[in-house]
């Protein structure tokens, strides 16, 4: 198992699709993930340290934690099966519950909990950029300085 960092969304074009980027943080893999514009505005409005003005879903998932005295102690991307990611929330008391990759990376940037890959899934969609590809990752870092949560709308057409 790989412990991961987020590295961001991106959206993907023509289609408009976001895309989940996570990086090992011990080694050289990408792991992209493609997500729902309402998970993928989550992320980024987390990343970017925007407060809205009411909780979102996330957010109140994060808050019933601490009222209900438990920890979210990590996340991890367990499953690949015909294209779709599956997700463990590992909670205090050895307790689990299955989710979406996205809605697990999105409570644990807000509890600040690792997020980990199991190693046959990293093997499957990991993917390896090379050295001389360093300037697209920094081209991709710019991007998300500049994204708003503007840019996640779903348009019509």
Same mark, same amino acid.
């Given at each position: 198992?790989?412990?991961?960092?987020v590295?961001?969304?991106?959206?993907e074009?023509?289609q408009?699709?976001?895309v989940?980027l996570?990086?090992?943080v /011990?080694?050289e893999?990408y792991?992209?993930?493609?997500?729902?514009?309402?998970e993928a505005t989550?992320?980024?409005?987390?990343?970017?340290?925007?407060e809205?003005?009411?909780? &979102?879903?996330?957010? &109140?998932?994060?808050n019933?934690l601490?009222a209900f005295?438990?920890?979210? &102690?990590e996340?991890?991307?367990?499953?690949?099966?015909?294209?779709?990611?599956?997700?463990?929330?590992v909670?205090?008391g050895?307790?689990?519950v299955s989710?979406?990759?996205?809605?697990?990376?999105a409570v644990? &940037?807000?509890?600040?909990?690792?997020?980990?890959?199991?190693?046959?899934?990293?093997?499957?969609?990991?993917l390896?950029?090379?050295?001389?590809?360093e /300037?697209?990752?920094e081209?991709?870092?710019?991007?998300?300085?500049?994204?708003?949560?503007?840019?996640?709308?779903?348009? /019509?057409g």
């Amino acid at each position: 198992m790989s412990e991961m960092r987020v590295v961001g969304i991106r959206v993907e074009q023509p289609q408009n699709q976001p895309v989940l980027l996570l990086r090992e943080v /011990d080694g050289e893999r990408y792991l992209p993930i493609w997500i729902g514009q309402m998970e993928a505005t989550a992320i980024a409005l987390e990343q970017q340290g925007v407060e809205p003005a009411r909780p &979102l879903t996330h957010d &109140l998932i994060k808050n019933l934690l601490e009222a209900f005295g438990h920890a979210l &102690l990590e996340v991890r991307i367990v499953d690949l099966q015909e294209g779709t990611f599956y997700a463990d929330l590992v909670f205090d008391g050895d307790m689990r519950v299955s989710c979406r990759p996205s809605d697990a990376v999105a409570v644990a &940037l807000r509890i600040g909990a690792p997020v980990f890959v199991e190693e046959p899934v990293l093997t499957e969609a990991g993917l390896v950029m090379p050295d001389e590809r360093e /300037d697209e990752v920094e081209k991709f870092k710019e991007f998300l300085e500049s994204v708003s949560p503007d840019d996640f709308k779903a348009t /019509d057409g």
